[in-house]
């Protein structure tokens, strides 16, 4: 299984980024649209945390409480891609950003996302 982001980057107090994810190479049948799917982050110095997630048949998303109203997940299913739309950035969101396959717990290598004027 190979998971791949992009979409980070360095952005404006106030900004917005648009993260994006692959996950292909699924095997014994199994394809993206059969897992949930989140989102990590790792800020310097801190443990990774908890972002987004969004499950496979109903689509239903959970937020950690920092980021609701600001950021949306969301996933294609025939681009095996899971999206994180992240709008009114803070500085305290610069972290390095992470997608998640769950059930087969497959780590992406991570994306960074800076936010500073």
């Known amino acids: 299984i190979r998971v791949v982001e992009s979409g980070g980057g360095l952005v404006q107090p106030g900004g917005s980024l648009r993260l994006s994810c692959v996950a292909d190479g699924f095997t014994h049948g199994y394809t993206f649209r059969h897992y949930d799917m989140s989102w990590y982050r790792q800020a310097p110095g801190k443990e990774r945390e908890f972002v987004a997630s969004?499950?496979?048949?109903?689509?239903?998303?959970k937020y950690t409480d920092s980021v609701k109203g600001r950021f949306t997940i969301s996933r294609d299913n025939a681009r095996s891609s899971v999206y994180l739309q992240m709008d009114r950035l803070v500085p305290e969101d610069t972290a390095m950003y992470y997608c998640y396959v769950q059930g087969p717990a497959v780590w992406g290598q991570g994306t960074q996302v800076t936010v500073s004027s």
């Open positions: 969004i499950t496979n048949v109903y689509l239903t998303t």
